[in-house]
Structures are given as structure tokens and as C-alpha cells.
């Protein structure tokens, strides 16, 4: 009997960070996110923000290792990206960026695709990607496309 195939959908994203409280602060005072209530317990050992359908989670590297029953590198060869409907609107999280001392790998230009963007780093390395695509949209509910 053959299984069913999966459903087109993420759950969670995870992310292994060298250090949680730095991590947090990051994604709550730079991008100005808002973490989900947990207990102390769970704050202790892990940040979850809800996205839109999924959630999004921070959590130590050495507990990650350790789930995976053996050595994890941090964050590496992969990107996230973060879309909005202007150049502006990029050019105006950049200078928020600057604000808050945010690694710049890329400042923002037009790209080979016909967008604009640039490239930031988190604390553990994590890459962001900040981007106009003029062939798309962000929509309200903040989807893609």
C-alpha cells in the first residue's frame, strides 16, 4: 500500500543559534518581532514566533546537537527571505537595521532577476535576505505571491 504523499505546508522552521538570549533580542528589538507566550521552563530553552501558517524557532545549539545525537554547525547555505512591495520599504529596514548594529553582508542593489535586495546576518550567522520582487507581491495577511 502506497502512503499518502506529504501536504505542500511547513510546520516549523528551526533555527540553531550559539546563544538564545542574544538570538532572541536579535529578532525582537531588529525586526521587531514578537515571541509566543511560554512558560519559563520553555523560554528557557527555546523561542517560537508565529508566522503566517508557521512558526519560526530559536533554539541552543548545543541541545540541537544533542536531539540530533551528534556535532551541528550553526546556521550555513541556506537564506531566508523577507519580501515587501517596495524598494523603499527595503532601504527602510536596512537603515532600521543599521539602528540596531545588524551584520550587513549585502547592502541592498537592483539584482540580476530584475529585484532589489541586500543580505543581513543574526547572530549565529543566519542569512536574511531582504527583497523587493517586482513580478509578485507581499499580500496584507503577509503571503507571498
Given at each position: 500500500m502506497a502512503s499518502s504523499p506529504l501536504d505542500q505546508r511547513l510546520s516549523i522552521i528551526t533555527i540553531a543559534v550559539h546563544d538564545l538570549d542574544e538570538s532572541r533580542r536579535f529578532y525582537n528589538e531588529a525586526f521587531g518581532w514578537t515571541p509566543d507566550e511560554a512558560s519559563e521552563e520553555e523560554a528557557a530553552n527555546i523561542a517560537f514566533y508565529s508566522m503566517n501558517?508557521?512558526?519560526f524557532a530559536l533554539f541552543p545549539l548545543a541541545k540541537?546537537?544533542?536531539e540530533h545525537d551528534g556535532e551541528?554547525?550553526?546556521p550555513g547555505g541556506?537564506?531566508?527571505a523577507y519580501n515587501v512591495n517596495t524598494e523603499t520599504e527595503v532601504d527602510d529596514l536596512f537603515a532600521r537595521f543599521a539602528?540596531?548594529?545588524v551584520t550587513i553582508v549585502k547592502a541592498p542593489e537592483k539584482v540580476f532577476w530584475g529585484g532589489y535586495s541586500g543580505y543581513i546576518a543574526g547572530p549565529s550567522?543566519?542569512?536574511w535576505e531582504?527583497?523587493?520582487n517586482p513580478f509578485t507581491t507581499v499580500n496584507p495577511d503577509g503571503t507571498f505571491g
Amino acid at each position: 500500500m502506497a502512503s499518502s504523499p506529504l501536504d505542500q505546508r511547513l510546520s516549523i522552521i528551526t533555527i540553531a543559534v550559539h546563544d538564545l538570549d542574544e538570538s532572541r533580542r536579535f529578532y525582537n528589538e531588529a525586526f521587531g518581532w514578537t515571541p509566543d507566550e511560554a512558560s519559563e521552563e520553555e523560554a528557557a530553552n527555546i523561542a517560537f514566533y508565529s508566522m503566517n501558517g508557521f512558526k519560526f524557532a530559536l533554539f541552543p545549539l548545543a541541545k540541537f546537537a544533542e536531539e540530533h545525537d551528534g556535532e551541528v554547525s550553526a546556521p550555513g547555505g541556506f537564506t531566508l527571505a523577507y519580501n515587501v512591495n517596495t524598494e523603499t520599504e527595503v532601504d527602510d529596514l536596512f537603515a532600521r537595521f543599521a539602528e540596531h548594529d545588524v551584520t550587513i553582508v549585502k547592502a541592498p542593489e537592483k539584482v540580476f532577476w530584475g529585484g532589489y535586495s541586500g543580505y543581513i546576518a543574526g547572530p549565529s550567522g543566519e542569512q536574511w535576505e531582504i527583497a523587493y520582487n517586482p513580478f509578485t507581491t507581499v499580500n496584507p495577511d503577509g503571503t507571498f505571491g
